[in-house]
């Protein structure tokens, strides 16, 4: 009898791997068994490689708030970690038909057309949820107690989701219309001495690095997206999280490698905008100053009592 159970076991879990497989859109690559890995736009390699870049603590006992679940890469690689409670919050992705969007995204991509916000889109369906099918798959194939939760985290009650010793807020700060109010209840529901793990698109401005400074995209200037807003430079980060609340801030990166193409870039750079050559010109205050876009990650360590 036992045989028996353990036979139709695996026959269910090959079934829900299989029905995971063939879902018509992933974003994240999740390893469901050895060897067998969905089809997400961000490969499990790139994935590996962010996990390590997030520098987190030992989450054995912990409880872990993933922000912005997504496909759930994170909170499941958290419950993988042996945290005792994780918890996957969403609305957003959950809420778009993800495969139809991304299809239509394509399109517009490509000829340079505009695209409307997914919330503003013929694909926003939020009773229906279609955007969680991947997640709920990965759930049933792996297994996994991951927690999830639809909620909008800018409008929702944060009292009863609670506080966690570990927050994960990834990829979600260049979308929020309000970035001080977004690490304020950000803060909020981080437990007391608990850590707050920041990952976001940011920018690097030359001259400007000792200033708090972001770049604004009113419209779909990023990626034809917009739903992106914000580009903070590190000093932001570090001045977001510290008005926020939080007791310590370290910037794990706070701008790009610095090859030695990019150190000569660096100087032509350090020539015409830091020196009189410019106004020479007559070119001085032209819009002409270069920035850099790249992904910066940040710790926010709460103190004795966590403020939102």
């Given at each position: 009898m036992r045989l028996g159970n353990e036979h139709n076991q695996m026959v269910d879990t090959n079934e829900m791997i299989h029905a995971a497989l063939n879902h018509p859109c992933w974003f994240h690559s999740i390893e469901l068994s050895p060897g067998i890995v969905t089809p997400g736009r961000k490969t499990a390699q790139n994935l590996e490689e962010e996990w390590r870049a997030l520098r987190l603590p030992d989450l054995r006992g912990k409880a872990v708030l993933d922000i912005g679940a997504y496909d759930g890469y994170f909170s499941f690689a958290a419950e993988r970690a042996g945290a005792a409670r994780v918890t996957a919050l969403d609305h957003y992705v959950w809420s778009v038909d993800m495969a139809e969007y991304m299809k239509e995204w394509n399109a517009t991509h490509l000829s340079g057309r505009f695209l409307p916000a997914p919330h503003k889109s013929r694909h926003w369906k939020p009773e229906e949820l279609p955007g969680r099918g991947p997640f709920d798959s990965a759930r049933l194939a792996l297994g996994s107690h991951v927690t999830p939760i639809v909620g909008d985290f800018m409008t929702m009650d944060l009292v009863p989701l609670g506080q966690f010793d570990v927050v994960l807020f990834l990829g979600v700060l260049y979308h929020m219309e309000n970035p001080l109010e977004a690490m304020r209840r950000l803060a909020a529901v981080t437990a007391p001495h608990g850590l707050a793990v920041i990952e976001t698109l940011a920018v690097d401005i030359p001259g400007l690095e000792n200033r708090a400074c972001c770049e604004f995209f009113p419209?779909?200037?990023?990626?034809?997206d917009e739903s992106n807003w914000w580009a903070p430079n590190a000093k932001a980060i570090e001045g977001l999280c510290m008005a926020s609340g939080f007791k310590t801030v370290t910037i794990?990166?706070?701008?790009?490698?610095?090859?030695?193409?990019s150190r000569a870039v660096g100087a032509?750079?350090?020539?015409?905008?830091?020196t009189p050559l410019m106004r020479a010109l007559g070119l001085e205050g032209r819009g002409y100053l270069?920035?850099?876009r790249y992904r910066a990650f940040a710790h926010a360590r709460a103190g004795e009592k966590s403020e939102g």
């Open positions: 419209g779909s200037e990023l990626n034809n794990l990166r706070d701008k790009p490698k610095r090859t030695l193409k032509i750079k350090h020539l015409l905008h830091e270069p920035v850099t």
